[in-house]
């Protein structure tokens, strides 16, 4: 996973991904979606999708895949390496989703929420898939907002698709927890090397994982409140307001 791109200039979003396995190019294939960072006040967010020949379900089962959530910063990088080590049956993708262009979102005059941010991002990756070549036949989705209205719009824009979209799918389909685990792995890589525009001094580097409970984060957003690029404006997680 490059990650030069993006490191290069962490304004703007960044879409990564492998090369399509040729099974993937011919056979009928499955997708997961899932997603790492929603909501945090520093860093960004990532989608990332999973996807392999529905023949080979098993094969990927094997790897042991599970809920990111779930495994330590180690195993989640040993279980990527050997997704991305699997690449005659196994594609990923990930988008890198700059807290910059996040907030700038939030702001817009025409209502833009994060639900739609996260549809119009995952809908994107399976576009990208497709475009590549990928047979994609069927998707498993960790819900964003009401599962049923999700899993309706999936299905009016990738009709001929099979579309499952449920509450925790990242524990429940090991597809959707592969795609875990490239999400949270990329936005791991990232925060450990996220370089700030502003220059915030000794602080630069002790900013803890980005998520709000930790106290390194909660302590540079509340020293910060001008509010540097790499913070995102849900100030409330962390007790500041204006």
């Given at each position: ?31 997961g ?31 042991k895949?599970?809920d990111s ?85 999936l ?46 001094g ?40 204006e």
């Amino acid at each position: 996973m490059d990650l030069d791109k993006f490191e290069r200039d962490n304004s703007q979003n960044c879409l990564l991904s492998s090369a399509v396995p040729e099974p993937c190019k011919g056979e009928p294939c499955c997708l997961g979606i899932d997603e790492a960072g929603r909501g945090p006040v520093l860093g960004p967010m990532v989608y990332g999708i999973c996807y392999c020949p529905v023949s080979r379900k098993k094969d990927l089962e094997d790897l042991k895949v599970a809920d990111s959530k779930t495994l330590s910063e180690s195993e989640r990088e040993r279980l990527f390496e050997k997704l991305d080590r699997a690449p005659d049956f196994i594609g990923w993708a990930v988008h890198i989703l700059s807290p910059n262009v996040i907030s700038t979102s939030m702001q817009q005059r025409a209502k833009y929420n994060l639900n739609a941010l996260s549809h119009d991002t995952a809908i994107g990756l399976v576009q990208h898939a497709l475009d590549s070549g990928a047979q994609i036949t069927e998707i498993f989705v960790d819900t964003v907002g009401p599962a049923d209205k999700y899993q309706e719009k999936l299905k009016k824009i990738f009709p001929g698709i099979e579309v499952t979209v449920k509450p925790k799918a990242d524990s429940l389909f090991p597809v959707v927890s592969a795609a875990s685990i490239c999400a949270k792995v990329a936005r791991d890589r990232v925060v450990k090397g996220w370089k700030f525009l502003e220059d915030l001094g000794e602080n630069d580097s002790d900013y803890g994982s980005g998520y709000p409970n930790g106290q390194s984060t909660k302590d540079l957003n509340l020293l910060y409140c001008s509010r540097p690029e790499a913070l995102s404006l849900y100030w409330e997680l962390v007790g500041y307001t204006e």
